[in-house]
């Protein structure tokens, strides 16, 4: 058991996910933030520095280049690995794997993104599904936004009325809010490696469940949306059942086209009118009114805050990892209340 009152967290990668981890963390009583990494001396290299977050470069020979441009630097990486129990890595897809030799010599736990593989931990995590499995161990790996979104509604379905089957089809954001690449396209990409890897990514975390799943890219940054059609194995489940269930889950919210929520664009702009922080919806967006059971075939769309809806879910990885709480639904309602997702 390691005996920890307060996590010290190290979080890799200061980007979209990145500061965003960092910022929950912090606002966790139980964990806290020992430093941020960045590669460059950009803007979030200075962001890092307002927002008071103690800055380390991943390359030791860059950090002078980030003090002659006016950037603290409290030290490297390495330097970093030394101060703290977990690191919670979130640099760009296929980085986490080349970095877990850093991990495994400083001895730190790690929690790795969606851009890894499943072999990188061979642990993949969501708090409904996982949370127990992830208790003490050393790495774990939080899935990505979509496969965070399908999990949520899928894994209480499969409980409560056993799916025989399941497809997906995925609208994908072309790309997050700050990118310039795939939100130029005046087209709609299709995902030519079909069945496309978002199925199997559920079944890391719910290894039975009959899922497929195909994926087009539109220029949109707008969140992702999923159209979903799933077979149950219980007889006689209605429309109400269904949203009755969802409605006691943690993590889902409703929203309705009779109330004029139509557009992902719309739901962006609850967030903002909640006045959630940057505008982020981290929980899982279920269409009550596109929700409909017809016979023992469910259909469903929801929608899925790409940049947010893994934030809670490194919380509560780190929460199991660090041997912190033992109870996965007291660790969730922590978090969400912490984050305020209420
Ligand atoms: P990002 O590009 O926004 O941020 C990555 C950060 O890592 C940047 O600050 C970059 O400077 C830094 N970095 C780059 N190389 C580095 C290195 N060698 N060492 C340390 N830091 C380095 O990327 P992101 O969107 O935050 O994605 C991070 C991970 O999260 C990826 O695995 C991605 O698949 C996953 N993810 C992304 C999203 C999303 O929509 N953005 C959603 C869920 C999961």
């Not at 640099?91 to 010599?105: D, I, Q, S, V, W």
């Not at 409904?128 to 899935?143: L, P, T």
């Amino acid at each position: 058991m390691v005996n920890v009152m307060v996590a010290r967290i190290a979080v890799n990668g200061f980007g979209t996910i990145g500061k965003r981890v960092a910022r929950a963390v912090r606002l966790q009583d139980d964990m806290e933030i020992v430093g941020v990494t960045k590669t460059r001396p950009t803007y979030e290299a200075r962001l890092a520095n307002r927002e008071g977050f103690p800055l380390y470069v991943a390359d030791s020979a860059k950090i002078s280049e980030f003090r002659e441009q006016g950037i603290q630097v409290e030290g490297s990486l390495s330097d970093l690995l030394t101060k703290v129990d977990l690191v919670v890595d979130c640099t760009p897809e296929g980085r986490g794997a080349e970095n877990k030799k850093l991990y495994e010599e400083a001895g730190v736990k790690a929690i790795f993104q969606g851009g890894e593989e499943h072999e990188v931990s061979n642990l993949s995590f969501n708090a409904f599904a996982s949370y127990d499995q992830a208790y003490g161990r050393k790495f774990a790996r939080v899935v990505s936004c979509n496969t965070t979104g399908l999990i949520r509604t899928l894994y209480p379905l499969d409980r409560m009325f056993r799916i025989e089957e399941v497809f997906a089809a995925i609208i994908r954001r072309g790309a997050d809010p700050a990118e310039s690449k795939g939100s130029a396209l005046n087209a709609v990409e299709p995902s030519l490696h079909v069945p496309t890897h978002h199925g199997l990514d559920v079944r890391t975390v719910m290894p039975g469940l009959k899922i497929s799943t195909m994926a087009a890219k539109v220029p949109t940054t707008n969140m992702h949306v999923h159209c979903i059609y799933a077979r149950l194995k219980k007889q006689g489940v209605t429309t109400s059942d269904v949203l009755s269930l969802w409605d006691q889950m943690p993590r889902i919210k409703f929203v309705s086209g009779k109330h004029g929520i139509r557009t992902s664009g719309q739901i962006m702009e609850i967030a903002r009118d909640l006045g959630r922080h940057g505008g982020d919806f981290a929980e899982t967006i279920v269409w009550e009114d596109g929700t409909h059971v017809d016979g023992s075939t469910l259909y469903y769309y929801q929608a899925v805050h790409q940049e947010s809806d893994v934030i809670p879910e490194n919380i509560d990885c780190i929460r199991s990892m660090m041997e912190i709480e033992k109870d996965a639904s007291k660790s969730i309602r922590k978090t969400d209340r912490s984050l305020g997702l209420v």
